[in-house]
């Protein structure tokens, strides 16, 4: 599944390949899709072309291919994973009990979110899920996402996990949080500050640290419950 951008930079390639024979430069990506920079079209085009929708072409200016369209072209998007954690199999982690267990409440999931995508373009329910009492942290709204990656195994995050979400603009160092990146890409990462910079750290170490400036990054809420299925 393709986010908003990614999919209006899709149509946009395509039209202009239909009817100019070429492909538009980065400047007029950037203009047609309303970007402040070229290293967002950069991105973008990264993930078309890693999801198998495009194909740049070594050595040629502009050169770029269109594979394949989406099978539905749907304008209202409904996003699905955010980025995060690789399903490992062994026991329970720590402390784990039954829902059925512990009073529970349920909390609406808004299905998946793909990085790349702002947390406030979720706004359908998948479906809703019973969550312990105990996990709701404090006051505020809570929320739960399905988890796709595995960025984050080694804080006990996996692949296909649903994790809590209580919906927070701000963060502690070795909070984990679901960070708005750019005001484009959301994902679940350690977040740390460190010199003036903001630094969202993965739990896997095949992934970099990334360091960004602190207007780079907005909190959109800290992980307070994780609940797994067998």
Same mark, same amino acid.
């Given at each position: 599944m393709l986010t908003r951008k990614q999919l209006e930079l899709l149509e946009f390639?395509?039209?202009r390949m239909k009817r100019d024979g070429v492909p538009p430069s980065f400047d007029e990506m950037k203009e047609a899709l309303q970007l402040r920079s070229k290293s967002g079209i950069h991105r973008l085009i990264t993930a078309l072309e890693e999801r198998g929708?495009?194909?740049r072409l070594p050595h040629r200016a502009r050169a770029i291919e269109v594979i394949? /369209? !989406?099978e539905t072209t749907d304008r209202r998007f409904a996003p699905r994973v955010i980025? &995060?954690? &690789?399903?490992s199999i062994g026991a329970p982690p720590r402390g784990? %009990? !039954?829902v059925e267990a512990a009073h529970s409440m349920e909390l !609406?999931? %808004?299905g998946r979110i793909a990085a790349g995508t702002p947390i406030e373009a979720i706004s359908e329910v998948s479906h809703h899920i019973a969550v312990p009492g105990s996990m709701?942290? &404090? +006051? &505020? +709204?809570?929320?739960a996402l399905e988890v796709r990656g595995d960025s984050m195994i080694e804080a006990g995050i996996n692949d296909g996990d649903i994790v809590v979400i209580r919906e927070q603009s701000n963060a502690d160092n070795g909070d984990i949080v679901v960070a708005l990146v750019d005001g484009q890409e959301a994902t679940l990462k350690r977040f740390?500050? /460190?010199r003036g910079m903001i630094a969202l750290e993965a739990a896997n170490a095949a992934y970099e640290t990334r360091i960004l400036r602190d207007d780079q990054v907005q909190v959109q809420g800290r992980l307070v419950g994780l609940i797994r299925s067998y």
């Open positions: 390639i395509d039209t929708f495009i194909r394949r /369209m !989406p980025e &995060g954690g &690789g399903r784990a %009990m !039954p !609406p999931v %808004m709701l942290s &404090g +006051q &505020g +709204q809570h929320y740390r500050r /460190m």
